[in-house]
Nanobody, 124 residues
Framework: VQLQASGGGLVQAGGSLRLSCAAS????????MGWFRQAPGQERDFVAA????????DYTDSVKGRFTISRDNAKNTVYLQMSSLKPEDTAVYYC??????????????????WGQGTLVTVSS
């Protein structure tokens, strides 16, 4: 599976962005999909995940109520809608695909495939 993340950019605090993760090579229906982010000098952290049918979701506490993960299996694409952005959301955002259980979604080591990352910069 090849994953292509896009949609990053520069936005002011309080603004919104929608990230997309398009897959090729294989259908995403067999995968739990996750978004992670890595700020400069920091580890890669879990942001959100969505189950195979798009029903089950999970978020890290800092983005709950502000970010929404969704997927369109017909388009083989996963989205991350980000609202009320804060400067601390600044990071490179990565999408990833996991063939395992949804319960393990927050663990980056579980993921089989990764996109190249898209930079989100939130100015104060």
């Amino acid at each position: 599976v090849q994953l292509q993340a896009s949609g990053g950019g520069l936005v002011q605090a309080g603004g919104s962005l929608r990230l997309s993760c398009a897959a090729s090579g294989r259908t995403l229906t067999g995968y739990v999909m996750g978004w992670f982010r890595q700020a400069p000098g920091q580890e890669r952290d879990f942001v959100a995940a969505i189950g195979r049918r798009g029903i089950t979701t999970d978020y890290t506490d800092s983005v709950k109520g502000r970010f929404t993960i969704s997927r369109d299996n017909a388009k083989n694409t996963v989205y991350l809608q980000m609202s009320s952005l804060k400067p601390e959301d600044t990071a490179v955002y990565y999408c990833a695909a996991d063939s395992g259980r949804f319960a393990n979604a927050p663990s980056s080591s579980r993921y089989d495939y990764w996109g190249q990352g898209t930079l989100v910069t939130v100015s104060s």
